[in-house]
């Protein structure tokens, strides 16, 4: 009788451990995945006296500067503008610093990010080019736009971080340590636990997802693996003081660098329900270029979900007088 319990109690153990197995190996293969993933897209590293700037160069065509947002790096740039601008474009994408083979120098500052996108144009022969940013990467390409006027022929906001009257709280630094510190943990909550993690990528609470909009919100969570190589990027985003500063300071009368003064002709793409880009906030600063224009979607959230043929639509006819859109680039 005893060894039928001990047996009995050995077979639940087994099949936990069967279990556990079959997770880690699902989790070797995926990461796995993701790193070749991202070795496939070709990025190149650039040394600049700004520091080395990894990039990847897609098409032929007009130049678009990609900028990636927070979590991101090249490859999530690229993700977001290749359904936007098509093959008709030269895509330039860039990982700002902390993130993948971009390091984050120890004085890191908004303009020194900056003047490396205006380092790596030097080096690709590139004199002025269209700036896509999204999310926080709108904060480094609208300093880009003011530092460097002459290098950019025009600038496009998607849901652009934007500071203003309503306060987006950051999660407490303890947390995001947490949670996103390692590959397993956030693999095993976007993979398991993903109803839940989608509101990291900023979709509204009790948004009805279409199996399209499923797949894209699965791509997006998946493409910010491997974190650990996006981490101080991310963690120097959301919690520098200087740039937190920085970023505050950006819309007001004292900053060194305002918003009034760049001429530059402006695209601020929104969605009305954007946890993360307010649109109060947003509204606001679109306000303030003096030849901006906003469009506003009604929903979708912070990725603009269901949204891809009218911002691609919205972009094609900004574009469009301003540098030479190429036929079936619609």
């Known amino acids: 009788m005893a060894r039928i ?31 070749e993933r991202l070795d496939n897209l070709g990025s ?5 006296d700004c520091g080395p700037i990894e990039y990847a160069q897609i098409g032929q065509g007009p130049p678009v500067l990609v ?25 330039i994408s860039i990982s700002r610093f ?22 790596l144009l030097d080096a690709l022969g590139i004199q002025q080019t ?10 480094s390409a609208i300093r880009f736009a003011a530092r460097h006027p002459r290098r950019v022929s025009a600038l496009i906001l998607l849901a652009p971080a934007a500071p203003g009257k309503v306060q987006v709280a950051s999660p407490p630094r303890a947390v995001f340590d947490t949670l996103l510190g390692g590959n397993f943990i956030y ?13 990291l990528i900023g979709v509204p609470r009790g948004f009805d997802l279409t199996p399209e909009m499923e797949a894209e919100v699965k791509d997006a969570l998946a493409s910010s693996l491997p974190l650990s190589e996006r981490i101080s990027g991310a963690m120097f985003d959301t919690y520098d003081p200087g740039l937190q500063r920085d970023f505050r300071e950006s ?14 002709p402006v695209l601020v793409i929104n969605a009305a329900d954007d946890p993360y880009a307010v649109l109060e906030n947003v509204r606001g600063l679109a306000g303030h270029f003096p030849n901006a224009r906003l469009f506003v979607v009604p929903d979708g959230g912070h990725p603009l979900l269901g949204h891809t043929r009218e911002v691609r639509e919205e972009i094609t006819q900004f574009l469009n007088g301003i540098v030479a859109v190429p036929n079936g680039s619609r």
Not at 98 to 119: M, T, W
Not at 251 to 264: A, D, V
Request: proline share 6%; hydrophobic share 45%; with cysteine.
């Open 67 to 91: 900028v990636h947002g927070d979590m991101g790096g090249f490859d999530q740039g690229l993700l977001l503008a290749k359904p936007i601008f098509d093959s008709g474009f030269q895509l």
């Open 5 to 35: 319990r001990i047996g009995l109690g050995v077979v639940p153990l087994g099949i936990a451990f069967v279990g556990i197995g079959a997770v880690m190996a699902r989790y070797l293969r995926e990461i796995r995945a993701a790193r």
């Open 187 to 199: 693999w095993a909550m976007i993979t398991f636990l993903r109803p839940r993690m989608q509101s």
């Open 130 to 139: 269209a700036v896509f940013a999204f999310s926080a990467g709108a904060t």
């Open 251 to 264: 819309i007001s009368e004292t900053s060194p660098y305002p918003l009034g003064e760049i001429k530059t």
């Open 98 to 119: 902390g993130y993948l083979r971009s390091p984050l120098p120890e004085d890191a500052n908004i303009n020194l990010q900056a003047d490396a996108c205006a380092r």
């Open 44 to 48: 190149q590293v650039l040394e600049t």
